[in-house]
């Protein structure tokens, strides 16, 4: 799995958003037990600490030490170092096993077969992500330039999969088809500029050319959006969900 986020954990932690409650209600609603769930390729913990009302133990894994330093801290939440495809954790350990906005990154059947082996039978495999924020026909036209064109080369080509909402990803297990939520939020213009900076093709075009391209937005954006204002901004949510038979 590629480490495209501890140079900007601190933007990541700050900056990414939050997923809805309701999406933990309704896999702790369809999962059989409340033991034990693993959190793989956690970040700062922003799923895993959606899962603590709902589950004795939270393993939240990651390969960035730096994103675990910043993590949501509970008292049922233990994170480790890890990569996705090998744990050090035991045969049928886990009632629940989730992924946020990171399982394009994986190695696909090594995962799985991980996923496999340390899932409970009748565990729920949950993959999670949102796609490209809305806001308005303006402010749109600006990230979509952004995103397009701007960071246009900058992208990782496992991108494709978010743009594609995982609907092309392998998923060898038992499907259920997973009820619609909604990610929203009222911003301001600096809050979403702060989001923009935790992307991974953003710290590759600092990587390549030294300067960062959010500056390159920045006086587009406040020209059409106050500095004070808010705004309802949403995020494309959507997931894959399967039970792990064995």
């Not at 009302?53 to 939440?77: L, V, Y």
């Not at 026909?137 to 494709?160: C, K, M, N, Q």
């Not at 392998?170 to 939020?185: H, I, K, V």
Request: glycine content about 4%.
């Amino acid at each position: 799995m590629k480490d495209n986020f501890s140079l900007q954990s601190n933007h990541y932690s700050q900056y990414r958003p939050n997923y809805p409650k309701e999406v933990f209600d309704y896999l702790a609603a369809i999962t059989p037990g409340h033991q034990s769930a693993w959190d793989v390729a956690t970040g700062n913990g922003q799923v895993a600490r959606g899962l603590v009302p709902h589950f004795k133990t939270i393993m939240a894994t990651d390969i960035s030490e730096r994103q675990i330093e910043k993590a949501f801290a509970a008292h049922n939440i233990q994170y480790s170092i890890a990569a996705a495809e090998h744990t050090p954790f035991n045969d049928s350990s886990f009632d629940l096993i989730t992924i946020g906005q990171a399982i394009h990154w994986f190695n696909f059947n090594a995962f799985y077969q991980e996923a496999v082996r340390v899932g409970k039978h009748n565990a729920i495999i949950a993959a999670i992500s949102y796609h490209l924020l809305r806001v308005d026909a303006t402010v749109d036209s600006i990230i979509d330039h952004f995103y397009s064109g701007i960071l246009h080369g900058y992208w990782d080509p496992e991108r494709r999969y978010i743009d594609e909402y995982y609907r092309t990803i392998p998923f060898p297990f038992r499907e259920l088809e997973a009820p619609t939520f909604q990610m929203s939020f009222e911003w301001n213009p600096d809050q979403l500029l702060g989001f923009l900076s935790s992307w991974s093709a953003v710290q590759h075009y600092r990587s390549r050319n030294g300067n960062d391209p959010v500056e390159l937005i920045r006086k587009d954006l406040f020209k059409v959006w106050m500095k004070d204002e808010t705004k309802t901004v949403l995020f494309p949510f959507f997931m894959r969900v399967g039970v792990i038979e064995k």
